[in-house]
């Protein structure tokens, strides 16, 4: 049997879409290769939301030429966010050979006719549509986890963040059918899954091109109604998170005490001029709101320091923003300017090193927030969802709380990956905590 090996960059979408060309393949026929070395056909599945998830990519594609040298008949193909980047295609067919084939997130589907495309024929076979089609339902998915999932409920995004090269690359918002995600949802449940993670660029625009009256809220209310154990969600764009949605999170206790609310500046100024369609003062009303209306909700958040025209005073009101809302984590960001988006046109681009200097403060203020609440749940006795074993130590276990914390613990009774579990918190660092497992 030919083998595969897929190396996926970026986000969660990324990740559930290599489980769809996962699954694809197997269906045609091939089998997981356990490293790249052994592999028939090696597809990068890409990101381009900052340079260097692109460069870091170009780095990997540049190291497979000589593995390609060993064994000429290695396929390897790109595929992802940046084969729809402008001037990609061109880029990787003039300096990047070894390259046998290029597809888009729009033709995923076509994988199996593009791959006899580049057998059958012995040449090069580079096809990206520019748009969006119809969605494709009914793709195999291959799995990496038999307890927890990711369901897509859209795809795309509308909100043209000035920023950001997402809207230009995944295209515009497209809802899939309530009934077909549901019905995905208990097929899941029905083979032992746990946990279902809806993904979308935006998950609170769900339902707006779609013609029967559905939106997020109620969808989440019917997913969670289904009597899965867990419901996740990402990402959430605070413009659109609306009463009816928290009040779905505050009365099903499925449904994680975590919610992922990026507000990428605190600055009123910067976020116009990111048109991201909220203030300052907006954000915090509602990060407090969901607060008053879940008190054990755990917000984390997405920052990007360094966008065009940030002055200090700017970056102070990031960082007054942080300590007013007291996230349980942060993902933080340089700013990194996307051709194509207009902020990478705007004339008063921040230094490098001012960049670099505003994100080490903070990164140091984050720090500190984040051991401090997780340093609050001590003594508190937490459900995980079980993981598994650490790969570097046997005997560390992890899992996570419905506030999506990591708990490690030692296995002093025997527990397997996708059992519920109480441990009691004993200690807290920055990232994670440890526990005592009850049973
Ligand atoms: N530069 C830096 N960070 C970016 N993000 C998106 N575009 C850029 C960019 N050009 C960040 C945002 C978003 C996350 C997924 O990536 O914070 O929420
Ligand atoms: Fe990018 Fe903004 Fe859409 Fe998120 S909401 S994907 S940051 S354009």
Redesign the pocket.
């Known amino acids: 049997m030919p083998k595969y090996y897929i190396t996926t960059f970026g ?1 969660q979408m990324n990740v559930h879409d290599s489980e769809i060309i996962a699954g694809m393949l197997e269906t045609m026929g091939y089998q997981k290769a356990e490293a790249q070395e052994c592999a028939d056909l090696v597809i990068l599945n890409t990101c381009c ?2 340079e260097n998830a692109e460069n870091r990519t170009l780095g990997h594609i540049g190291n497979l030429k000589s593995l390609k040298e060993q064994n000429p008949d290695m396929l390897i193909a790109l595929c992802g966010c940046m084969a729809q980047e402008e001037g990609i295609v061109e880029k990787i067919r003039e300096n990047y050979p070894h390259v046998d084939l290029v597809f888009g997130t729009h033709n995923l589907h076509q994988l199996p006719e593009l791959i006899h495309k580049v057998t059958t024929t012995g040449s090069r076979v580079m096809e990206v549509w520019d748009s969006e089609g119809e969605i494709y339902e009914g793709l195999p998915v291959k799995r990496d986890e038999t307890y927890r999932a990711w369901v897509t409920i859209m795809y795309g995004c509308n909100n043209f963040c000035t ?4 809207p230009y690359v995944r295209g515009r918002e497209r809802s899939r059918r309530p009934e077909v995600i549901l019905d995905e949802i208990r097929g899941l449940i029905a083979n032992g899954v746990k946990e279902v993670t809806l993904l979308g660029q935006n998950v609170n625009s769900y339902g707006k091109d779609l013609e029967d009256g559905w939106n997020f809220a109620r969808l989440l209310r019917e997913v969670a109604e289904t009597g899965l154990y867990r419901i996740r969600f990402q ?1 959430s764009h605070p413009k659109d998170l609306s009463d009816e949605l928290i009040e779905v999170i505050a009365s099903h206790p499925n449904v994680g005490r975590h919610l992922h609310l ?1 507000f ?1 500046a605190g600055s009123s100024r910067i976020l116009q001029r990111m048109n991201r369609q909220y203030t300052k003062e907006g954000y915090i009303d509602l990060a407090l709101k969901i607060k008053a209306k879940v008190p054990d909700i755990a917000l984390t958040t ?3 320091v360094g966008f065009p025209g940030e002055t200090e005073e700017d970056f102070l009101d990031t960082m007054n923003l942080v300590e007013k809302v007291r996230f349980d984590g942060a ?1 933080t ?6 051709v194509g ?1 207009p ?1 990478a046109k705007m004339e008063d681009q921040i230094p490098e090193e001012v960049k670099k200097e505003r994100l080490m403060r903070l990164i140091d203020l984050q720090n500190r927030i984040s051991l401090e609440r997780n340093q609050a749940l001590i003594g508190t006795i937490q459900e995980i969802l079980v993981e598994g074993a650490s790969e570097k130590n046997e005997s560390r276990w992890s899992g996570r709380t419905s506030h999506n914390k990591l708990v490690h613990f030692e296995p002093v009774i025997k527990v397997n990956p996708g059992d519920i579990a109480q441990v009691r918190i004993c200690g807290a660092k920055t990232f994670t905590l440890d526990g005592e497992l009850l049973g």
Request: charged share 15%; net charge positive.
């Open positions: 986000c939301v900052r920023y950001c090269i997402v990402t990026p990428q997405d920052i990007i993902f960001f340089i700013y990194s300017p996307r988006t902020a």
